[in-house]
């Protein structure tokens, strides 16, 4: 069984190396930070391989003189030259650790025979080459831990924000089960992590451990038959300690980078998608002049196996308001969706006074454009600032206006602690009303040139509905307004009426004339009637 599910990790990983090269654009900013750090990490570790030699000299000269008249402060300065290299020496890093193995390497070869060269590198080779395969296996169990910790964390958290549909269907022990069993994956998960790391640890402890008591043996046999001095053998002693202690280091930190590249893999592979829908390369900011909007033989489907849209024809004069009226799936909302570019048509053509939306910026077409959505979802904030977030640069008073303008005054008025009232994780403090009346509120304070009306007061009691109707139907005056309703009495004053089903056009006409044609849509204003009659009379 793989470690970790496919649709999280494919299996053609971008390799780490072009992960690494994504980070340098990011550093071209501090060139010349980049360039100081890496020039006093070289003059480190020149200052690491020439401390060893110092203490030599310093255990050399004492051995020596023994018993004998001293001049003091030789060994004084080789002793303060001593603690000046130890102290230029403190900066760390991966590519400063290989040149000073290089160098005790050179050294080594100099000042004693080729065999403590070949001993070193043959360790250095073999502590890399484990912590590589090792670090790479358990990179497996990485990814698998952090797969089973976002899996956990997306089950309570979509719990938590699904609460009611939970405690609707009395599921509270089902996902309480459901979560444990994700807990106890990512346990297991985790201990392979730990335990392969305690494979790693170890194994590069036992390397690092076997190499020193092997050279230090051959050290030791020298100094026995006179081929080394005392301060041969501290130096080489000294140079094994300083290179394998960062050499250790620097197994943890391949080990924590490999690891980190794991982590930001996802990152990158998010930074190398190209959206969906992107601005062309000639695009220009909308010019509205009026503000006409047509759909030209618009054809659509969110699958190619299913069309939405068959060639769908609409011209919204400006200023005009047009509804489109339907059943369930007839395709009424795709045409705010593809009018506000959320997808592309396939074929056809969506304008505005001429302009085709594909040839304009994203950023021009949705600053013109105002959306009241048939499901809206506001932030963990208080009311004033998700009243705010439809034009964040307004003023308190325009605030006070567009909230009479959307009939919420008196709401907010009743609360103790009034625009201060904070809404909970996506305005789960709010009734489906009074969160789609702040939408409203939001749009009004946008003010923009074109309105998108989705199923706006389908949350609304009769009351409020009106009321808001006609605070919308004032504001609809100057606007170029398309407007998606299902419930058919929203929209009897639109100055157009169009009938979709199936994804085509079937009827169009103000609400009178369609009641006069005796089709579709009378049939539908019929079957409303019936339903609203049959629940007056239950009430």
Do not use: C
């Not at 080459?129 to 952090?146: C, D, G, L, M, Q």
């Not at 998960?189 to 076997?210: D, E």
């Not at 009827?507 to 609203?532: M, T």
Request: hydrophobic share 45%.
């Amino acid at each position: 069984m793989r470690p970790y599910a496919d649709n999280d990790y494919p299996a053609n990983h971008k390799p780490d190396w072009k992960i690494i090269a994504g980070l340098w654009p990011y550093l071209a900013e501090y060139r010349g930070r980049v360039i100081l750090a890496v020039s006093m990490l070289i003059m480190a570790k020149v200052a690491i391989v020439t401390t060893p030699i110092a203490l030599k000299y310093i255990v050399d000269y004492l051995d020596q003189n023994r018993g004998a008249d001293m001049v003091l402060w030789i060994p004084l300065m080789l002793v303060l030259a001593y603690g000046a290299l130890r102290f230029g020496s403190t900066l760390f890093n991966i590519v400063p650790t290989l040149l000073e193995i290089a160098m005790v390497a050179g050294i080594l070869l100099v000042a004693f025979n080729v065999s403590y060269v070949l001993a070193i590198l043959v360790s250095v080779v073999v502590f890399v080459v484990f912590s590589i395969r090792v670090t790479e296996w358990r990179t497996a169990f990485v990814r698998e831990a952090n797969n089973r910790d976002n899996q956990s964390n997306s089950r309570a958290i979509d719990s938590l924000l699904n609460y009611e549909t939970v405690k609707y269907f009395n599921n509270e022990r089902f996902e309480a089960e459901q979560y444990d069993e994700d807990l106890d994956l990512w346990e297991q998960a985790r201990l392979k992590n730990r335990t392969s790391m305690a494979v790693l640890n170890i194994g590069q402890a036992f390397i690092i451990g076997s190499s020193m008591v092997a050279i230090m043996a051959m050290a030791v046999r020298e100094v026995a038959s006179g081929q080394m001095t005392l301060g041969d053998f501290t130096m080489v002693n000294a140079y094994l300690i300083q290179l394998f202690i960062p050499l250790n280091a620097l197994g943890f930190v391949y080990r924590e980078i490999r690891q980190s590249l794991v982590n930001v893999e996802r990152l990158f592979g998010l930074l190398g998608d190209k959206p969906a829908i992107e601005d062309a390369a000639d695009a220009k900011a909308l010019a509205i002049t009026k503000g006409d909007v047509q759909f030209h033989d618009v054809r659509f489907s969110y699958h190619q196996e299913r069309a939405i849209l068959k060639g769908v024809n609409i011209t919204i004069p400006a200023g005009h308001t047009i509804a489109v009226v339907g059943a369930s799936g007839a395709g009424k909302s795709t045409l705010a969706r593809l009018l506000f570019r959320f997808f592309d048509v396939n074929s056809g053509s969506i304008t505005i006074d001429g302009q085709d939306i594909r040839n304009i910026t994203q950023d021009s077409l949705r600053s013109a454009i105002g959306v009241v959505p048939q499901d809206t979802v506001l932030f963990n904030d208080t009311l004033y600032s998700n009243l705010a977030y439809g034009r964040p640069g307004a003023s308190e008073a325009e605030i006070h206006h567009a909230v009479r303008q959307a009939n919420l005054d008196g709401f907010i008025r009743s609360l103790p602690d009034g625009y201060s009232t904070r809404v909970g994780e996506r305005g789960l403090k709010l009734s489906g009303g009074e969160k789609q009346r702040v939408a409203i509120a939001r749009v009004l304070l946008k003010n923009p040139p074109l309105l998108i009306l989705d199923e706006a007061t389908s949350s609304l009691d009769s009351i409020s509905e009106q009321a808001i109707l006609d605070a919308l139907n004032e504001v609809t005056q100057q606007r170029t307004t398309l407007v998606i309703a299902h419930r058919l009495s929203t929209v009897r004053d639109a100055d157009t009426i169009l009938v979709m089903d199936e994804g085509q056009i079937v009827e169009s006409g103000g609400h009178n004339e369609l009641l006069a044609k005796d089709g579709y849509y009378a049939r539908l204003w019929l079957q409303q009637q019936h339903s609203d009659d049959e629940t007056s009379a239950e009430n």
